[in-house]
């Protein structure tokens, strides 16, 4: 948030910041599931770091020539976020791992995932789940179906500039992992699909189509 706001700084412009936190149990277990499966399946099993996917991620790196996969579980998202910054600087990678392993000591896994929750940017000026389902879908986090928790979920790699066709993409293989571990049927996967991004309910506000401007028609 504090790089956001002196991003706007230097631009002249007044920051801005949309939050507004919710507890772990007021956010639905759609969006909960569609969160780790996505970006840290192990996530209530490790300590803070997952030592097969850093692996992977230095290993992959390493063979590319750049950093890229970052191999961070959301704990130590959540300690970038808190007190670190975005940069791909190895020693700030080092960093994230030794914070993260001091926050698994300090505080319970559904504390540190609602503190992620409520923390993690999911587009402009949106820095909470709460924000960004009210801003996207009209409604409240605890009122999430599986699609339109899967697309928040989708959001997270790049929430700042998402692109339809890849946003499609990983909502729909983010409900294929849901369908996978049980969370949901496969049936229901297969149903949720179909819809498209951001859809509109009845009796509900239209859905943010300017987030494609160039595709609006697909909505």
Request: glycine share 4%; net charge positive.
């Amino acid at each position: 948030m504090e790089l956001r706001d002196t991003e706007y700084r230097r631009r002249g412009l007044r920051p801005v910041r949309r939050q507004i936190w919710v507890s772990y149990d007021a956010v639905s277990e759609h969006l909960k599931k569609a969160i780790i499966v996505s970006e840290d399946a192990s996530f209530f099993g490790h300590r803070g770091v997952d030592l097969y996917e850093l692996k992977e991620a230095f290993k992959a790196d390493w063979e590319k020539g750049e950093l890229k996969r970052g191999g961070s579980t959301i704990t130590m998202q959540l300690a970038r976020n808190l007190y670190l910054n975005p940069s791909k600087d190895p020693l700030r990678k080092l960093r994230e791992i030794v914070i993260a392993l001091q926050l698994e000591q300090a505080l319970p896994k559904k504390r540190i995932f609602e503190l992620y929750l409520n923390v993690v940017e999911w587009g402009q000026d949106l820095y909470d789940v709460e924000a960004a389902s009210r801003y996207y879908l009209s409604k409240s986090a605890s009122a999430l179906d599986p699609a339109e928790a899967a697309t928040l979920a989708a959001l997270l790699p790049s929430p700042r500039n998402p692109q339809e066709k890849s946003l499609l993409h990983r909502r729909n293989l983010i409900l294929t992992r849901m369908a996978q571990v049980g969370h949901i049927s496969a049936a229901e996967a297969e149903r949720e699909s179909r819809k498209p991004l951001f859809y509109q309910e009845e009796g509900m506000p239209a859905p943010r189509a300017e987030l494609f401007p160039a595709q609006r028609s697909s909505y």
